[in-house]
């Protein structure tokens, strides 16, 4: 008897998971980890990372082992797997005695293609040890910024997954995070033992997100008219206190929203129904301390507003990211008062620990640079996560909205003679201090008031320095050292400035916005028309009544971008709907007559399974 080849790994990426293509990325990551090597993959959120452990699993020997902080997400993940007829299972706090002895059956038994475990339950005395004696084909450690002091999310017991590389010295180890900036990097290569892996940066880019920052200026009627303009599409709308989650909640649940809160001081039975009608398109806005949506994988969020000033650029980032994971037009919006960065700021000097203290500054320092900027928000933002943009991006408030320009070269040339002339070693408010001849303890102390570049920018306000400056190092002319206390140095373009070989043309500093400006007008997010919507809103019933049947979310069915696609190419029989990206062998099994039924209903033609049973 022959021996049944092995697929490839395009063939699984078609027939199990039914996709079409890999992302950009994935495939060399997937044959790195299938061959047996490490690998360090930093992916924004929606771009992938999940089948970049996933896949190789199935190719490997034994069982693969997933670390995730996060019980919801993994309940996602193991109903989404399980979906597309993969042995998956999830070993957490979560399962009752009898749950829990049911999955470690099937573990001994050799029954599991994937198991999800969270840090403290893999690095419990025993439970490890216990693993060794399993075939194990990989280990992956999401969110791996987590391992790190200098990431935003520090969590003390992921620091010693370090000691899974002594446990499994011979396995192949997958640290995957969508956020850290290049010390956090080094950092999780450090502690994880990963510095022979092979490194992939895929970018950080998600193109289809519009950013959008407003001045805060009555705040509930700005969120009212952002909403009001995305009718009934998916959204979540961060806030810093429990009570003002509440408050934003009602307000909408009062103007007819389908919007309910969740915070940690919730019940954690009350927090779990706002996630799973959530999950379920039973609600429309979830308000939200940042507790929330660190577990959710829905594809179909439309928009994330942030009601308040998040603290650090890395969280901004993962938090906007929950909004288009599937491809499709998104929108993140941000209300920024200049009120809200004096209180964080207040905030973080009431800290104890002075490192702790410094690098939790510079992180908010950012986030408000890129709150007041006037270029590009993507650029800021990538520029910040050690990506340039060539050009702006087009699709954000400050590329659709530009603001006036002029000829800074000669405010750029006495900003970077300043930083040279201070040995490059202070940072942004020393820098325009010196330049605006400030008399003050810090320029007396260190006789800076004889330099060359001291009071030579009386023309420009303090402000407008700083805008300035900020904008210097969003084009990459300067960069802020977080290592050593955030000083400016200058970037290898800034010689070309100094030079007189290379001009530079910034934004007019706009110091105050104008007040309740409104958002751009939201783009149809689906970029359906007519009847391809209204087969769309049929498609989206009948995901709704299959995902009630089965007591799954809507999106394990079929993701939004799936039924975008049936809508526009309208399948009429098995191979047609097969060709549908993400739509697998076990999804054509389990859904493809109904929605084929569907599809050739709105068309008028009869299917060409009318004979066969539902």
Same mark, same amino acid.
């Given at each position: ?29 997937? =044959? ?12 924004p959120t929606g771009g992938g ?7 190789? #699993? ?63 339950? /893999? ?36 620091? #010693? ?18 956020? #850290? ?85 919730? #019940? ?48 901004? %980032? ?17 209300l920024f008062g200049a009120q ?50 060539e050009k702006d991006c087009g ?77 210097? /190092? ?10 050593? %206390? ?15 070989? =290379? ?9 105050? =916005? ?33 995902? =009630? ?66």
């Amino acid at each position: 008897m022959r021996p049944v080849p092995t697929p490839s790994i395009h063939q699984t990426l078609q027939q199990v998971f039914g996709l079409q293509a890999f992302r950009p990325g994935q495939e060399a990551i997937v =044959e790195q980890v299938v061959a047996g090597g490490d690998a360090f993959v930093l992916m924004p959120t929606g771009g992938g990372k999940s089948l970049c452990y996933q896949l190789p #699993a199935l190719h490997r020997d034994g069982l693969g082992i997933v670390v995730s902080p996060l019980i919801s997400l993994m309940k996602d993940q193991v109903d989404a797997l399980q979906a597309h007829g993969i042995r998956a299972a999830m070993y957490n706090s979560n399962l009752d005695a009898a749950e829990a002895r049911a999955v470690l059956a099937r573990l001994h038994c050799g029954e599991l293609d994937l198991l999800y475990v969270a840090p403290e339950r /893999i690095m419990k005395p025993g439970f490890a040890h216990s693993l060794q004696a399993q075939s194990v084909a990989l280990i992956a450690i999401d969110e791996a910024h987590c391992v790190s002091q200098w990431g935003h999310d520090f969590r003390p017991e992921y620091a #010693a997954l370090g000691e899974l590389r002594e446990h499994f010295p011979e396995t192949p180890l997958i640290a995957l995070t969508a956020t #850290a900036d290049p010390q956090t990097r080094e950092d999780i290569v450090r502690v994880l033992g990963l510095q022979e892996a092979r490194r992939f940066i895929t970018g950080f880019d998600r193109p289809n997100i519009r950013y959008s920052v407003l001045e805060k200026h009555q705040p509930q009627s700005q969120l009212l008219r952002f909403v009001k303009a995305r009718g009934d599409e998916s959204g979540i709308v961060y806030a810093l206190s429990r009570k003002r989650v509440e408050e934003i909640a009602r307000f909408l649940q009062e103007r007819g929203y389908r919007a309910a809160a969740y915070h940690a001081g919730l #019940a954690a039975s009350v927090r779990k129904d706002v996630q799973e009608r959530f999950l379920r398109d039973d609600l429309a806005i979830v308000v939200a301390t940042v507790a929330f949506g660190m577990g959710i994988d829905k594809p179909n969020v439309r928009f994330v507003v942030h009601y308040d000033l998040p603290r650090h650029l890395e969280g901004y %980032y993962q938090e906007t990211g929950r909004a288009g994971r599937d491809g499709l037009p998104s929108h993140a919006l941000l209300l920024f008062g200049a009120q809200d960065a004096a209180m964080a700021r207040a905030q973080v000097e009431q800290g104890r620990n002075e490192q702790q203290k410094r690098i939790e500054a510079h992180k908010l320092n950012a986030m408000v640079g890129f709150a007041e900027s006037l270029t590009c928000r993507r650029r800021v933002l990538l520029g910040y996560l050690g990506e340039s943009l060539e050009k702006d991006c087009g699709n954000c408030d400050i590329c659709l909205d530009p603001p006036e320009r002029f000829d800074a070269t000669e405010a750029t040339r006495k900003v970077l003679s300043c930083v040279y002339r201070l040995r490059q070693s202070f940072g942004i408010r020393h820098v325009v201090d010196v330049l605006r001849g400030a008399d003050n303890e810090r320029i007396r102390k260190f006789g800076h008031g004889g330099l060359s570049t001291y009071g030579i920018g009386l023309e420009h306000s303090q402000a407008e320095w700083l805008s300035i400056v900020r904008q210097l /190092i969003h084009r990459g002319y300067l960069v802020q050292d977080i290592a050593a %206390y955030s000083v400016l140095k200058l970037a290898p373009p800034a010689l070309r400035v100094l030079r007189g070989e =290379e001009a530079v043309e910034l934004a007019r500093p706009r110091i105050r =916005e104008k007040a309740g400006r409104k958002p751009a007008a939201a783009t149809t997010s689906m970029e359906l028309r007519g009847d391809d919507q209204e087969l769309f809103e049929s498609l989206r019933a009948l995901r709704k009544c299959l995902a =009630e049947e089965g007591g799954v979310p809507p999106y394990v069915v079929f993701g939004d971008a799936a039924l975008v696609e049936m809508s526009r190419r309208r399948p009429g029989n098995e191979d047609e709907f097969l060709s549908v990206n993400g739509v697998g062998q076990v999804k054509l099994e389990r859904y493809g007559h109904r929605f084929l039924t569907a599809i050739a209903e709105h068309v008028g033609q009869p299917s060409d399974r009318e004979d066969e049973a539902p």
